[in-house]
């Protein structure tokens, strides 16, 4: 069984930085890809960036230009470097990994204050 658990999220002010880190249980050359979502109150999950085997990349046009994923395949971990974070960034982020299924951490929680 895939556990993937996320950590760094936090309050932090508008305009400031934060890392996400997403530590998988497994190798994360297994899976066809990697993602962050996100679920802001009283809205649906959004997807915001993912990383593909090959190492490429995309994102949202929301945070493209503030946002970055990358991965240590060492680590068995993907990050989501997120910069000029703005109030609407706020939500719960979630990491998933895709194979044969879609497999998803538990959420970290985002605030970004005004």
């Known amino acids: 069984q895939v556990q993937l658990v996320e950590s760094g999220g936090g309050l932090v002010q508008d305009g400031g930085s934060l890392r996400l880190s997403c530590a998988a249980s497994?190798?994360?050359?297994?899976?066809?890809?990697m993602g962050w979502s996100r679920q802001a109150p009283g809205k649906q999950r959004e997807l915001v960036a993912y990383i593909r085997s090959v190492g490429t990349t995309a994102y949202a046009d929301s945070v493209k230009g503030r946002f970055t994923m990358s991965r240590d395949n060492v680590k068995n971990t993907v990050y989501l470097q997120m910069t000029s974070l703005k109030p609407e960034d706020t939500g719960v982020y979630y990491c998933?990994?895709?194979?044969?299924?879609?497999?998803w951490g538990q959420g970290t929680q985002v605030t970004v204050s005004s």
């Open positions: 497994g190798s994360i050359f297994s899976f066809d890809s």
């Open positions: 998933n990994a895709n194979a044969s299924r879609t497999y």
